[in-house]
């Protein structure tokens, strides 16, 4: 029985994402999921991305998170549209919760909507919400066995951010080890070697999201 329960969870959540999925190729913006364990950088990442893409893509962020506003507070002092979505404990994001916090949402004046995950290496993987393209952060501080322990995550992701590499000094972190993991793992991810802290790798990340906008 909570077989059929979990699957019909499931398939209500595909309907509604093909009806955001619809609203956001109607409007023609990009929608990344950013999607991680807790602590891999994904705001950090968000605010860097923001600095360096300013004035050059209208960006929106929906900032998913379990109970604090901190994240979003972060981002609006970017200057972006940002709608937080608190998900009570919950530790996904579904359909559902995106669809709603799109009401009162700009959409027709975006380029690129990012949509910040709850932190969490297992279930987000499994609810689409609409977006084109998915990105996971994988942070050198977390070990580079992640991919292959929680395939599920990677195997969907259209790019994959290893993050926080100006540690990779400090860690037994294997960035060849990692990417070879990858290449099995999630073989159409790009992969970025980035640090938000010292600015590497964001140039060719902000390129990738400004390619992922102009086709939209
Ligand atoms: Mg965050
Ligand atoms: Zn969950």
């Known amino acids: 029985m909570k077989v059929t329960l979990v699957s019909n969870v499931l398939k209500v959540n595909q309907t509604l994402a093909n009806e955001n999925r619809d609203r956001f190729e ?43 506003t901190r994240d979003a507070e972060r981002i609006e002092r970017k200057g972006v549209t940002v709608t937080q979505i608190n998900t009570e404990g919950g530790c996904h994001l579904d359909a559902n919760m995106v669809s709603a916090a799109l009401a009162d949402f700009p959409l027709d004046q975006l380029d690129l909507l990012i949509i ?13 919400l609409g977006e084109g ?50 290449a099995k793992v999630a073989p159409e991810a790009r992969v970025f070697r980035v640090s938000s802290r010292t600015g590497e790798g964001l140039e060719e990340w902000c390129n990738w999201l400004t390619g992922l906008a102009k086709r939209a």
């Open 116 to 128: 910040e995950n709850v932190g969490n290496l297992v279930c987000p993987a499994e609810y689409d």
């Open 26 to 68: 109607r409007n023609g913006v990009a929608v990344v999921n950013m999607m991680s364990s807790p602590g891999a950088g994904k705001t950090t990442l968000l605010e860097a991305t923001l600095d360096r893409l300013a004035g050059k893509l209208r960006i929106g962020v929906i900032e998913g998170d379990l109970f604090t």
């Open 133 to 182: 393209h998915r990105a996971m952060l994988l942070s050198v501080t977390e070990g580079n066995d992640k991919p292959v322990k929680y395939p599920r995550m990677f195997m969907k992701a259209d790019a994959v951010v290893l993050s926080k590499v100006d540690l990779v000094p400090y860690t037994d972190f294997d960035l060849g080890e990692a990417e070879s993991d990858l």
